[in-house]
T-cell receptor
Framework: DTEVTQTPKHLVMGMTNKKSLKCEQHMGHRAMYWYKQKAKKPPELMFVYSYEKLSINESVPSRFSPECPNSSLLNLHLHALQPEDSALYLC????????????FGQGTRLTVV | KNEVEQSPQNLTAQEGEFITINCSYSVGISALHWLQQHPGGGIVSLFMLSSGKKKHGRLIATINIQEKHSSLHITASHPRDSAVYICAVTRGSNYQLIWGAGTKLIIKP
């Protein structure tokens, strides 16, 4: 199994809603990542978890809250988002945080209305 | 100037043609990555290189560390190869990808 599974594939939410994005991998990878990608732009790193601990937070607003309940799961909790937060949110994992190949999920396309 | 430059930005070719996408970088790197992104959004890692050449099916990736340049080649191109191809580099021990702008490839039948 070399897949990173993200759910849901699409999400439309209002600015007052609370929702969560989920990411799952069963490759035994110990590093997991959240990226945000706007149209026609490269992905921007948001968070890195290494061995279930938050390793990197790229100055992401607190309305985005990551959680790593176990080594296979990564969540991104969303609250009070703005329309400009609409984007493709990509999850990735790698064996270790560092010089190892990353596997990406299909992404969740988020629209904030 | 971007740290990772790709060329061309857009490429349209006929099925069967040999495709070359180039990537130049201006920083010291620990590895260079070629990735593919289809219109649906998901990203697939094609290659991770730190030297030499790698081949996988119809895809070949080369890197010249001295010249800070890498190429991705596709032989016998097919419409299903149509996608955005992204070059990215990592520096140091963190997986902090520095991304190129991508090359949008369209293969016409």
């Amino acid at each position: 199994d070399t897949e990173v599974t993200q759910t849901p594939k699409h999400l439309v939410m209002g600015m007052t809603n609370k929702k969560s994005l989920k990411c799952e991998q069963h490759m035994g990878h110990r590093a997991m990542y959240w990226y945000k990608q706007k149209a026609k732009k490269p992905p921007e790193l948001m968070f890195v978890y290494s061995y279930e601990k938050l390793s990197i937070n790229e100055s992401v607003p607190s309305r985005f809250s990551p959680e790593c309940p176990n080594s296979s799961l990564l969540n991104l909790h969303l609250h009070a988002l703005q329309p400009e937060d609409s984007a493709l949110y990509l999850c990735a994992s790698s064996q270790e945080e560092g010089l190892t190949e990353a596997f990406f999920g299909q992404g969740t396309r988020l629209t904030v209305v | 100037k971007n740290e990772v430059e790709q060329s061309p930005q857009n490429l349209t070719a006929q099925e069967g043609e040999f495709i070359t996408i180039n990537c130049s970088y201006s920083v010291g790197i620990s590895a260079l990555h070629w990735l593919q992104q289809h219109p649906g959004g998901g990203i697939v890692s094609l290659f991770m290189l730190s030297s030499g050449k790698k081949k996988h099916g119809r895809l070949i990736a080369t890197i010249n560390i001295q010249e800070k340049h890498s190429s991705l080649h596709i032989t016998a191109s097919h419409p299903r190869d149509s996608a955005v191809y992204i070059c990215a580099v990592t520096r140091g021990s963190n997986y902090q990808l520095i991304w190129g702008a991508g090359t949008k490839l369209i293969i016409k039948p």
